[in-house]
């Protein structure tokens, strides 16, 4: 048991320089005023009133939370109908299948945003085939649209993937009872599989709401810059303003508001065959 637990010592420090290091680092910033002289230190609160006093930045929160909601639904909506097909397929197929949703993630997200730019620019490939049957140029980069596709693209395999996961750990013998006590496949659906696979969804909800609501370089390469969200306004407050204090401030507050969504999930969250009845 020892040897195990010396074995964890790397990770522990790995956890402790890497994570717990730079939290700590943006909660002291968070609270001190920004100072050209660094051995002066003043505790205030100066930058949360800063943010929640002026309504640009408030607007931008709910614009990033809107947009990381409604990339979440289109994930959920078209990720379920995905997994529970590939869990359907025969056991030959699912490797593959989920070889293909995984395939994508393999190329770096960075890489995979750029080549969107290519695809939705006004001489891009959609408006090429657009303009042959007559339509066209429709603009499509630099906009909501755009960011939101890129978004779905990026985030929709962590929804599908978790989804599936479920689905294919369910025990099938509960579809089969209910079968012979005379269930049809809408209700085994609804009553059973559906109940059984909310585990996966509120995982992938979790994994597709918490990047999609702090991303910023989506948006910032598919909306041009005029999409603003509020990783873009942490970005620029460390690498442009310089202010690290009112961009550890804000990071703050994601992170709150992460923690709260997690707690929520974490609460709605409740595995079926747990909770005799519930079926």
Known sequence: MNQFKRMAYPYVAWIAVMVLAPMLMIVVYAFIEASNDVTTFRFTLSNFTRF??????????FRSLYVAIITTVICLLLGYPAAYIISLAKPKHKGLLVLLITFPTWINMLVRTYAWLGILQDNGIINNLLAK?????????????????????????F????????LDKMDKSYLEAASD??????????????????????????????PAVSSFFI??????GQFVLIGNVIETQFLTAGDWSFGSAISLIMTVIIMISLYITRKVDTDPEAKGGRL
């Open 219 to 224: 948006p910032k390469l598919l909306g041009g």
């Open 133 to 157: 049957i007559g339509i066209g140029p429709i603009t499509m980069l630099y906009t909501n649209f755009a960011v939101i596709l890129g978004m779905v693209y990026n985030f929709i395999p």
């Open 181 to 210: 006590l005379g269930a049809n496949k809408v209700q085994c659906f609804l009553k059973i599989t559906l109940p059984m696979s909310l585990p996966g969804v509120i995982s992938g909800i979790t994994l597709v709401f918490l």
């Open 159 to 166: 929804m599908i993937l978790q989804i599936y996961s479920s």
């Open 52 to 61: 929640f006093s002026d309504q640009v930045y408030i607007d931008v929160l």
